[in-house]
């Protein structure tokens, strides 16, 4: 039985493998690709995430019809190695969705001809981009690991995970980092967004591994048979982070001095926060996520059973049915939404006064500052404010404000309204978030009794409310 797939939110492993292999530097990378494709993967996308306007070590076969349904697309490849093959860089190809359609292989001919240049099956058709990004990882090891028996180097630490279109990858990368440091340990490398291609080989030499990003990287990690921690969300799991760091690297003093000062600190705005009359709003505040599965669980873990709000709803987009998830906004509205695009536009079209937060791509939205964390403790404090001032925002909505104006009070009828309708009006008030109840209601009444007066009536009827859902 056919499914509709509405608004696809995860890429194919085809965009998996440019986004991590392009973030090498010293790697120049070859797709297989049709004229057009790589356009879409290699400008617009890059474009409208992570503000990277051109991918300058990214070029494509450009395959056109001769090519596809008859030629194959060998002769391109070998055109493009030519051009490239001076360049002081490692040269990866890779399948795109088009190439393996036509079953374009070209593992055998590389080890002919061009035996320093490597062949990846990006398995477009069957795996999306968080599987292939972990396989990529997984791949580079097989590939570029010198196979030396590991050298660690004390005090040492390498992050996994940070490559081109994850969101918010800077300022979560930048928060890690401060956290590592601050424990008076020192970062060797980040891979693959800050690294070059045989750096690989150095990464089983740290002393401790970091995977920022629960749905890749880990398989790597495993293989490097070094201790590997779990980048954080929230208070508690940053404060074992911390202790774990020096536990791992026998600093078990300069990590409880670094935490100490950190709640002095960083963590003084949420005290504050807590201590003060908006700590009231937080058993009242209802949320949803919908986004990777790293943020949906990093954000339900601080928000809900550390702050106390309530979590109507989190999906991992990699999984979750974008038809259930506008069925569900529809049915109860939350009063902050962390979401794509997608979600943006279903809230649009239920004319939600649901509060939408950015927490996942796609979506045109830039993330390349550092100080919109939402990991480690400077991201707790981060979302806490987002949040506060975004409630005292909808406060201000509350304000009866009158427009100037040179005419005198318009005189209107007194409309009157049915039980019934004003039942129907107290259901659909109860499905708006808490906080703006009370200005959802009387934007509701104004709309009822606006139409009740248009079409001549004196009084409104549940009829009257059903054409304004």
């Known amino acids: 039985m056919t499914r509709t797939i509405r608004d696809e939110s995860t890429a194919s492993a085809y965009w998996a493998a440019v986004n991590t292999f392009c973030a090498l530097h010293?790697?120049?990378?070859?797709?297989?690709?049709?004229?057009?494709?790589?356009?879409?993967?290699?400008?617009?996308?890059?474009?409208?995430t992570d503000a990277v306007p051109y991918l300058e070590n990214l070029t494509p076969t450009s395959l056109t019809e001769k090519e596809i349904s008859s030629s194959g697309s060998t002769q391109k490849v070998?055109?493009?190695?030519?051009?490239?093959?001076?360049?002081?860089?490692?040269l990866i190809l890779i399948s795109s969705a088009e190439s393996e359609m036509i079953g374009s292989n070209h593992t055998m001919m590389l080890r002919h001809s061009y035996p320093d240049v490597h062949f990846f099956d990006s398995r477009s058709l069957g795996?999306?981009?968080?599987?292939?990004?972990?396989?990529?990882?997984?791949?580079?090891?097989?590939?570029?690991?010198?196979?030396?028996?590991?050298?660690?180097?004390?005090?040492?630490?390498?992050i996994i995970g940070p490559t081109f279109g994850c969101f918010n990858s800077p300022s979560d990368l930048a928060e890690i980092k401060r956290i590592v440091e601050g424990c008076g340990l020192t970062i060797k490398h980040v891979y693959p967004f800050e690294s070059n291609l045989h750096d690989i080989s150095d990464l089983k030499n740290s002393d401790i591994v970091i995977v920022m990003y629960r749905e890749f990287g880990q398989t790597l990690a495993d293989l490097l048979g070094r201790p590997v921690l779990q980048a954080p969300f929230g208070l508690s799991e940053t404060e074992h982070f911390i202790e774990n760091l020096g536990r791992l690297t026998n600093r078990q003093k300069e990590a409880a001095a670094f935490l100490t000062l950190e709640k002095k600190t960083i963590l003084k705005p949420i005290w504050d926060l807590w201590r003060g009359p908006q700590s009231e709003w937080f058993p009242t505040i209802r949320f949803g996520?919908?986004?990777?599965?790293?943020?949906?669980?990093?954000?339900?873990?601080?928000?809900?059973?550390?702050?106390?709000m309530a979590c109507l709803f989190n999906h991992n987009s990699q999984t979750t049915n974008n038809n259930d998830v506008r069925e569900e906004l529809a049915n109860q509205q939350p009063q902050f939404l962390f979401g794509r695009m997608a979600d943006k536009i279903y809230l649009a079209e239920l004319g939600a006064k649901t509060r939408f937060i950015p927490a996942g791509f796609p979506g045109p939205i830039v993330r390349r500052a550092l100080g919109t964390p939402f990991m480690g403790h400077s991201g707790a404090v981060?979302?806490?404010?987002?949040?506060?001032?975004?409630?005292?925002?909808?406060?201000?909505?509350f304000l009866p404000i009158s427009m100037r104006s040179s005419e005198g009070p318009i005189e209107t009828k007194k409309i009157t309204w049915t039980k019934e309708a004003n039942a129907i009006l107290e259901e659909i008030v109860k499905k708006a978030p808490f906080i703006s109840q009370i200005s959802f209601g009387r934007d509701m009444k104004k709309k009822a009794e606006a139409l009740a007066a248009k079409q001549g009536k004196e009084t409104v009827t549940p009829d009257i409310l059903h054409m304004l859902k």
């Open 26 to 48: 010293d790697v120049h990378v070859i797709a297989d690709a049709p004229v057009g494709c790589y356009n879409l993967a290699g400008v617009a996308v890059m474009d409208y």
């Open 78 to 90: 070998q055109g493009i190695i030519e051009k490239l093959k001076n360049e002081k860089k490692e």
């Open 127 to 158: 795996e999306n981009e968080w599987q292939g990004r972990d396989r990529a990882l997984v791949w580079l090891h097989e590939q570029f690991d010198d196979g030396r028996p590991a050298e660690v180097e004390p005090g040492t630490v390498s």
């Open 289 to 308: 996520v919908v986004a990777d599965q790293t943020y949906t669980e990093g954000l339900k873990k601080f928000l809900s059973q550390e702050m106390g």
């Open 382 to 397: 981060y979302l806490l404010q987002e949040i506060v001032n975004a409630l005292y925002d909808t406060l201000f909505h």
